[in-house]
């Protein structure tokens, strides 16, 4: 039976679709995370006569813009998500946002595409991203029978009904502070919660620019160990050449006493030479072998004046090469003191990055002290309003498991319950109990409330032949999410 009413409603829904020219936007969102009190369904009848259009009035609240995607369809009741819509029909844009008439809009079905079948339906306006933004009561397409005619109630009842309404509403309120205040909590704690992680991301990031410091610090020590032995080796140079610079300084200083008696004698030999000379001219030509000794002492000197040349051009090479070692040493110290102060600027980053390593170790510390705090506020105060709700719920006499069901988020309630509630009014003795919640139902309840009750209590997948019970909801979730894959 399941299975041919799904077969049913596809093929109405194509047909639909044929009108339009185009499939609504639709999500696979739980009604967990629906928001029902952004649009408000005004005037909505408790049955309609099936053979006639239908026409749907809601009013758009201030919370709400309403875009060109939006449209409203005809769910039948217990639908999980916007995929199960019946029929739809395009919302149309108001005129003006800001006056009071283009907040009250209407869309008409058309009696073709309405259902035929005598099943619980409800109006719901779906925006174009396939989230429910407001829902209505139930009604059924059904004809008018005697029973819809005319009701007659007692002033008394009609003052107690008004009397649990109100109650009811200042139940809702309450619930409704509540709830804003806890969604401002978590809101709260996400906003501490990404402050942490936007914390650990920039220390991460530190830990890394450290890490890499560290491989640049060790890569500059090996360059400075190594121009440490190179500067070791230049130094064994300059001193092998300081050596060997006082070697040849002795050396000339040798050659320079030898010079000074050389030219000493030299002037004694030309002192002689002269009286010589004088004393030749005075012998007529004086004596050969004199002239030979002239000559050969002559020749002596020429190879002393070449030798002392020859120094001289050594020297000079050697102060030459002395200048070179010099600038070389002058070089390798300014290098030297290059790489030091390249090494103290490193260190002095890597002792910023630790100090500041740790000021946002200790920030984490705080933070996650405050994030402990808040989560303790939050279970206290989750348990604060368990305690309150079970507190209120004891004193109706609604069953515990559509209590707790009622108190799941939804802001008006469990409007698939709207017909039993007023069975709840302690008026007649009650002698029917439901085997599963234990709620109590009067002893002139209809036959099919209290199966529709049961009913509830049951979870039947749309797609196949498996039942599910009410303890086994989130499995019934996956189940009816692996057929919409």
């Known amino acids: 039976m399941q299975l041919s009413r799904s077969v049913s409603v596809r093929g109405r ?33 408790k049955f309609y006569i099936p053979g006639g259009d239908i026409t749907c009035h809601y009013t758009l609240t201030q919370h709400f813009i309403p875009r060109r995607k939006d ?7 217990g639908w999980k998500t916007t995929r199960e819509y019946y029929t739809f029909m395009w919302a149309a ?18 009696a073709y595409y309405l259902p035929k079948d005598d099943e619980y339906y409800q109006f719901c306006y779906v925006d174009q991203d396939g989230v429910v933004r ?7 397409f059904r004809p008018e029978s005697e029973e819809d005619i005319l009701v007659v109630t007692t002033q008394g009842e009609v003052e107690e009904i008004e009397q649990l309404n109100k109650e009811l509403r200042q139940q809702n309120q309450e619930l409704k502070d509540n709830c804003l205040s806890l969604q401002k909590q978590n809101s709260d704690m996400h906003a501490e919660l990404q402050k942490v992680q936007d914390l650990q991301e920039k220390l991460e990031s530190l830990t890394d620019i450290n890490k ?42 040798k050659m320079g006493i030898r010079l000074r008696a050389t030219l000493d004698h030299l002037d004694k030999l030309e002192a002689q030479i002269s009286v010589r ?12 072998d004199k002239i030979e000794q002239l000559e050969r002492l002559k020749k002596e000197n020429e190879q002393l004046l070449l030798s002392l040349t020859k120094q001289r051009e050594h020297q000079q090479k050697l102060e030459h090469t002395v200048e070179d070692m ?5 070089t390798a110290n300014r290098k030297q003191q290059e790489f030091t102060n390249q090494i103290s600027d490193l260190m002095k980053r890597l002792d910023e990055s630790k100090f500041f390593y740790q000021e946002l170790q200790k920030e984490k510390t705080r933070v996650e002290g405050e994030k402990d705090l808040l989560q303790k506020e939050n279970e206290r105060l989750l348990c604060y309003v368990c305690n309150d709700s079970g507190s209120n719920l004891l004193s109706n006499p609604i069953p515990v498991q559509e209590a707790l069901e009622e108190n799941t988020g939804l802001v008006f309630g469990n409007p698939y319950a709207a017909a ?29 409330v209290f199966e529709q009750h049961l009913q509830t209590h049951i979870l039947d997948c749309p797609f196949c032949d498996e039942v599910f019970s009410e303890a086994e909801r989130q499995v019934y979730d996956d189940h009816v999410f692996c057929h919409s894959l």
């Open 71 to 77: 449209w409203v369809g005809i769910f039948r009741v």
């Open 212 to 253: 890499k410091l560290e491989q640049k610090v060790s890569v500059l020590n090996e360059e400075n160990e190594g121009l440490k032995v190179q500067k070791g080796c230049w130094e064994t140079e300059l001193l092998q050449l300081k050596v060997q610079n006082q070697n040849v300084s002795s050396e000339n200083e």
């Open 277 to 288: 000379e004088k004393e030749m001219e005075k012998l007529t030509q004086g004596d050969r």
């Open 13 to 45: 829904r194509t047909l639909t679709m044929e009108e339009t020219g185009e499939e609504p936007p639709t999500s696979a969102v739980l009604l967990d995370h629906c928001h029902f009190s952004q649009i408000i369904f005004n005037s909505v009848e």
């Open 93 to 110: 844009l108001p005129a003006d946002l800001h006056s009071k008439s283009s907040l009250q809009q209407q869309v008409q079905f058309k």
């Open 326 to 330: 010099k600038q070389k040493d002058t």
């Open 134 to 140: 407001g829902a209505s009561v139930p009604f059924q």
């Open 420 to 448: 039993q509630d007023i069975q709840y009014i302690p008026i007649l003795p009650s002698i029917k109990k439901c085997p599963i919640c234990h709620g109590v139902f009067p002893d002139d309840v209809e036959e099919n």
